[in-house]
């Protein structure tokens, strides 16, 4: 059975296909006939004639690219080039009778109602061939071109989600190394942890570029990270506060999303205020789902209505990543901005 596995699929289709159609004969023809080798070898001839023909057939359809027009222009088509067939398969298969003195019986009847009687009778073999063979293909082609709009679209998912991943690298990267210049003379130590802080968020900004989700833990502190470059910059103008539950630090988030909404509460909240303010980051779960908040002093002025580049692309990340499992809020409630990440739980 091994040489089967070496047959293309189209000449095992056509071999089956015509042998059921001898077998028929032949079976047939032992309830109603006297079987002689004449008799095979007309079968055979008439089993060679049907591969040939639809085999060209086939060849035509190809190089016409007949499958590839509307439905209604190829079923069109191929219904006229099947009866062409038919009409060639009869008028060859009449020849053969001839030759070989079959069909006596019907000597009597004229050339055009022997012809359409064959043409009637071998209609039922290239009629239900080309349709069989259209479907195929007709099946093959969609199923082929949904597999290709799925790659396209998971193709376009991972380019949307790489672009929206290569905005958000820090925008503070300058404040961060100005504030890291002042601190070389006056505090050294310190200096250096900051050089280990912005080294930390460099390195996940780039790696994140791969990765679809990380532990909440692993971006909770990139995140400690940011706010601890920060509170170089503020110094007692900004107050972080963190309310983490333990149970949270497990789950997968995707990466620098966090991170995104401390940034948006430094540039558009403690930023804006003389007096600085607070930034408290909240994990828990509520049901089935993981909220994760960063609330910080300040006030919205429009950004729930027309957000910025780092909002957008949180609605967006999250929309590509969960659809409408996930959900984003921003709202302002006694003197706080808060921005709310609402995430399927694992």
């Known amino acids: 059975m091994q040489f089967l596995k070496k047959i293309p699929g189209y000449w095992l289709c056509q071999m089956a296909g015509w042998g059921l159609l001898g077998v028929y004969l032949l079976f047939t023809a032992f309830n109603y006939l006297d079987v002689t080798y ?31 027009l509307p439905v209604e222009k190829s079923v069109a088509i191929l219904a006229l080039a099947s009866i062409l067939t038919t009409i060639v398969y009869s008028l060859m298969i009449m020849g053969i009778n001839q030759m070989l003195g079959f069909d006596l019986n019907r000597r009597h009847l004229d050339f055009l109602t022997r012809l359409l009687s064959n043409v009637l009778n071998h209609s039922l073999l290239i009629i239900p061939w080309v349709f069989f063979y259209y479907f195929y293909h007709y099946i093959e082609k969609s199923s082929r071109q949904q597999m290709d709009t799925l790659k396209l679209e998971s193709l376009v998912k991972e380019l949307e989600l790489k672009t929206i991943k290569s905005h958000i690298n820090p925008h503070f990267i300058f404040n961060a190394l100005n504030s890291i210049r002042a601190l070389i003379d006056e505090n050294p130590a310190r200096a250096r942890s900051a050089v280990t802080h912005l080294g930390n968020i460099l390195r996940s900004s780039m790696q994140s570029e791969s990765l679809a989700t990380v532990p909440f833990e692993k971006e909770l502190n990139i995140v400690k990270d940011y706010l601890a470059l920060e509170h170089i910059r503020f110094e007692d103008r900004l107050t972080v506060e963190y ?53 910080n002093t300040g006030k919205l002025n429009g950004q729930a209505n027309s957000p910025g580049f780092g909002l957008s692309s949180t609605y967006s990340r999250l929309n590509l990543l969960f659809g409408d499992k996930a959900n984003f809020e921003i709202s302002e409630n006694g003197g706080l901005v808060e921005a709310k990440i609402i995430i399927p739980r694992n």
């Open 38 to 68: 004449t008799w095979l070898f007309k079968v055979l001839i008439q089993i060679f004639l049907g591969i040939m023909l639809t085999h060209l057939l086939r060849l035509v359809i190809k190089r016409n690219n007949w499958l590839l």
């Open 243 to 295: 309310h983490i539950d333990e149970d949270t630090l497990s789950q997968p988030v995707p990466p620098m999303m966090l991170q995104t909404l401390a940034e948006n509460a430094i540039k558009h909240g403690i930023g804006r205020i003389v007096d600085g303010g607070l930034v408290k980051v909240i994990s828990r779960f509520n049901g089935k789902n993981l909220e994760l908040t960063v609330q």
